[in-house]
């Protein structure tokens, strides 16, 4: 199974179309907030489940705040972060991940990438599409992976 992770998008939705165009086979799309309003475009261009959840940027949104989701043997917890004070650290996110029954957590709000996978849960940012703000600035998203046997690998990638 092969799923793509993107967040903060923020109404920009270029660099989304270039890697749609990139990544074929793609299994299930999870957004990570911030979408400002492009949550039917997302459904519309993605032949296969979408989940999306709403960002502090997503003002009169009905999309859920937080979502826990099955991906094969894993429980995945998804929120935008800004709840859990993601911009100095994942330890209240993987707390709260943890109290849920979740092995994986996925947020987003830093526009900075992460794969943090020290300790019980992983955690997941994909960083930015539309506005990075890590060193290079370069856009990015995560691929996960999910075998046959239930192992997940998580790649970071860039948009050039």
């Given at each position: 199974?092969?799923?793509?992770i993107?967040?903060?998008t923020?109404?920009?939705?270029?660099?989304?179309d270039?890697v749609i165009?990139?990544?074929?086979?793609?299994?299930?799309l999870l957004?990570?907030g911030?979408?400002?309003?492009?949550?039917?475009?997302l459904?519309a261009?993605?032949?296969?489940?979408?989940?999306?959840i709403a960002g502090?940027?997503?003002?009169f949104?009905?999309?859920?705040?937080e979502?826990?989701?099955r991906?094969?043997?894993h429980k995945?917890f998804?929120?935008?972060?800004?709840?859990?004070?993601?911009s100095?650290?994942t330890?209240?996110?993987?707390?709260?991940a943890?109290?849920?029954?979740?092995?994986?957590?996925?947020?987003?709000?830093?526009?900075r990438?992460?794969?943090?996978t020290e300790?019980n849960?992983?955690?997941?940012?994909p960083?930015?599409?539309s506005y990075p703000?890590?060193?290079?600035?370069?856009?990015t998203?995560?691929v996960?992976?999910v075998s046959?046997?239930?192992?997940?690998?998580?790649?970071l990638?860039?948009i050039?």
């Amino acid at each position: 199974m092969k799923i793509l992770i993107v967040s903060d998008t923020h109404g920009n939705l270029r660099n989304f179309d270039r890697v749609i165009e990139r990544e074929k086979g793609i299994d299930m799309l999870l957004h990570m907030g911030d979408v400002e309003g492009d949550e039917d475009y997302l459904e519309a261009v993605m032949d296969c489940p979408v989940y999306v959840i709403a960002g502090n940027n997503d003002f009169f949104s009905d999309l859920p705040r937080e979502q826990e989701i099955r991906i094969g043997q894993h429980k995945v917890f998804m929120t935008h972060g800004h709840s859990y004070y993601v911009s100095v650290g994942t330890s209240r996110l993987k707390q709260a991940a943890q109290a849920r029954g979740a092995d994986i957590v996925m947020y987003g709000h830093t526009h900075r990438p992460d794969i943090d996978t020290e300790g019980n849960v992983i955690a997941i940012n994909p960083g930015s599409l539309s506005y990075p703000r890590q060193e290079g600035r370069k856009a990015t998203y995560i691929v996960m992976e999910v075998s046959d046997a239930g192992e997940v690998t998580f790649t970071l990638k860039y948009i050039d």
